[in-house]
């Protein structure tokens, strides 16, 4: 079946710097990925709507300026923590909706941890 | 807005033993429901569906219906397996179809025991 691929799946920063995490779909063409977020014990909480080629619509409270999205092709996103801090420490999901079969697929996830 | 609630886990079963993972929902219009399943290690995986009321979705001996009166769209399975092991989550779609926006539920671990 189709898959996703988000890399990295865990990563351990420094308050202050900076972390991407890519969302590909491998064998489909995605016109649209979603991204969200969960903290321990609590629901997955949609951050944002990528769509290819324009600007990610952003849900509310969620900072554009924090966390940007990048969708510059039909195949890759990217969401950039900048500056991140302690309360960013959160696991992140990914999805694609396939273009052809309207379909949507979910990353593994990455576990971001902000010392 | 809309929103799922799941049962907290983790679900500790042995092997054989009937499950239930309890899922109700708000929502302001008609939602289509989800159950999506994440093994260890690996991405969500969409469990089964079902897309208005009293519908029954089921896969892989796993089975839930819709219920509008209560709101609800718990997870059943007669007999889990130890490779039944991973978390389940529930959710909603406003549009009627898997392709758009989710609202998801906590996520319920599940463990088998042999």
């Known amino acids: 079946g189709a898959v996703v691929s988000q890399h990295p799946s865990r990563v351990i920063c420094k308050s202050g710097t900076s972390v991407k995490i890519e969302c590909r779909s491998l064998d489909f063409q995605a016109t649209t990925m979603f991204w969200y977020r969960q903290f321990p014990k609590q629901s997955l909480m949609l951050m944002a709507t990528s769509n290819e080629g324009s600007k990610a619509t952003y849900e509310q409270g969620v900072e554009k300026d924090k966390f940007l999205i990048n969708h510059a092709s039909l195949t890759l996103s990217t969401l950039t923590v900048t500056s991140a801090h302690p309360e960013d420490s959160s696991f992140y999901i990914c999805s694609a909706r396939d273009r052809e079969n309207r379909k949507l697929f979910f990353g593994s996830g990455t576990q971001l941890s902000v010392l | 807005g809309d929103s799922v609630t799941q049962m907290e886990g983790p679900v500790t079963l042995s092997e054989e033993a009937c499950l239930t993972i309890?899922?109700?929902?708000?929502?302001?219009?008609?939602?289509?429901l989800f159950w999506y399943v994440q093994y260890p290690g690996e991405g969500l995986q969409l469990l089964l569906k079902a897309t208005k009321a009293d519908d029954k979705g089921s896969n892989k001996g796993f089975e839930a219906t819709y219920r509008k009166e209560t709101t609800s769209f718990h997870l059943e399975k007669g007999s889990v397996q130890v490779s039944d092991s991973a978390v389940y989550f529930c959710a909603l779609s406003d549009r009627g179809n898997a392709g758009n926006m989710l609202t998801f539920g906590g996520g319920t671990r599940l463990m088998v025991k042999p």
């Open positions: 309890n899922c109700t929902y708000t929502a302001t219009g008609y939602p289509s």
